[in-house]
């Protein structure tokens, strides 16, 4: 079946920095879209931004993301981190329809000052 | 803005009890699904609908019944709740089928069978 696999459970850096969450997959599907939803303290998951599409950036709020086919990944970075971006990751796949998101374990980002 | 209620927001329950969690959207959306969410295991899908009075299992069912009375409602039932599942349970829609879909969450019901 479908899986995701993101590396990190947490991660913590400074204001300022770079940041790197790691997302690999594994689907049979050719087509299955890559997700990346983020949870904020007492919210609901919410999206991030999405893509289908080989070798294409995919761009929201500051975060930026490039579906790889070939190596199965899908990692988001952001260049600079603020305070408020600390919350929990969710990268997910979905390959077949109408069965949900398959997600991934989830990585915790605390940004300090 | 998709709307997706969830009620109750935490809940208490005796091991052996039955719970159950109830999600109400207002987004005209066919697809209804619940999650759990646990350290350590992410976000795992239970039950899924696509259209009323129907409904499907998820990855992870067992211990579990679903509902869905109408597009609007989708309940969650745990007919003997056990100690394992004290967990975070997430209610979500979407628009439509496919693998483009896209899905808003409700708050969170916060389970705990002591």
């Known amino acids: 079946g479908d899986s995701v696999t993101q590396k990190e459970g947490l991660v913590t850096l400074t204001e300022g920095l770079p940041v790197m969450l790691n997302c690999t997959y594994q689907?049979?599907?050719?087509?299955?879209?890559l997700f990346w939803y983020v949870h904020y303290l007492n919210e609901s998951p919410r999206l991030l931004l999405k893509?289908?599409?080989?070798?294409k950036r995919t761009e929201h709020q500051g975060f930026h993301a490039t579906l790889h086919k070939s190596s199965s990944s899908f990692h988001l970075q952001k260049s600079s981190a603020q305070l408020s971006d600390s919350a929990l990751y969710y990268c997910?796949?979905?390959?077949?329809?109408?069965?949900?998101?398959?997600f991934g374990l989830g990585t915790r980002v605390s940004v300090f000052p | 803005e998709a709307a997706v209620t969830q009620s109750p927001r935490s809940k208490v329950a005796v091991t052996g009890g039955k719970v159950t969690l109830s999600c109400h959207q207002t987004?005209?959306?066919?697809?209804m699904y619940w999650y759990r969410q646990d350290t350590g295991h992410g976000l795992r899908l239970i039950h899924y609908?696509?259209?009323?009075?129907?409904?499907e299992k998820g990855d992870i069912p067992d211990g579990y019944k679903a509902s869905r009375p109408s597009q609007e409602n989708f309940s969650l039932i745990l007919e003997l709740a056990s100690l394992s599942q004290t967990a975070v349970y997430f209610c979500?829609?979407?628009?439509?089928?496919?693998?483009?879909?896209?899905?808003?969450f409700g708050a969170g019901t916060r389970l705990s069978v002591l």
């Open positions: 979500a829609s979407s628009p439509a089928g496919g693998s483009q879909n896209t899905l808003y």
């Open positions: 689907t049979i599907y050719s087509n299955a879209f």
């Open positions: 893509s289908s599409t080989d070798n």
């Open positions: 997910a796949l979905s390959g077949g329809y109408a069965q949900g998101l398959t």
């Open positions: 987004n005209n959306h066919d697809y």
């Open positions: 609908s696509y259209v009323a009075d129907s409904t």
